[in-house]
């Protein structure tokens, strides 16, 4: 249609129909970022233990590997918290230290694990017994973000130094094996 030497175009219902419906095609038929994005691990994706790696000089060391005991993908970053326990469940003096350091994403497919390093003092600080007050005997792991924690056997003696625990952000793997 021509108008003061202008083109007009009409663009009738029937088009508008067929340009909506292939723009709902194209929305739906391409994934969601979210839904190919696999889910976070929380406590009922995850298994936790503790792993002794060597000592010496009043110095101690040991990993927490979680691991992923589902048949999806999960996904984590970060890091854990702990909270040391006595033979009645009470709590344990307990300080955690983050060590600095990157904090990556990452994925964990069924059976793959990430760990973090602990490091604590045999030796005690000033002004404290030269035997823990109280011997932990379980140990509360709480991953990334989550509000809930799991639990496993500490056998790794006392925790001097005020219950000072030094600990590394997440790393996929199993950690060393000294």
Not at 23 to 35: C, F, H, N, R
Request: hydrophobic share 35%.
């Amino acid at each position: 249609m021509f108008s003061n030497g202008r083109i007009h175009r009409l663009v009738t219902p029937a088009a508008l129909s067929a340009l909506a419906a292939a723009a709902l095609v194209g929305i739906t038929a391409a994934p969601s970022q979210a839904a190919t994005r696999p889910g976070w691990a929380d406590t009922s994706s995850l298994s936790v233990r503790v792993h002794a790696l060597d000592s010496g000089a009043g110095q101690r060391y040991a990993t927490v590997i979680l691991t992923n005991k589902t048949h999806r993908t999960v996904r984590t970053e970060g890091y854990v918290g702990l909270q040391l326990l006595g033979s009645r469940g009470k709590d344990v003096p307990t300080h955690v230290v983050r060590d600095e350091g990157r904090t990556p994403l990452i994925t964990l497919k069924p059976g793959q694990s990430a760990y973090t390093r602990l490091h604590w003092g045999a030796v005690p600080a000033a002004g404290e017994p030269t035997k823990a007050e109280k011997n932990p005997t379980r140990l509360e792991v709480t991953p990334p973000d989550s509000r809930h924690h799991l639990n496993t056997t500490w056998k790794l003696g006392e925790v001097l130094q005020k219950g000072r625990i030094d600990i590394t952000p997440l790393a996929k793997g199993t950690g060393p094996r000294f």
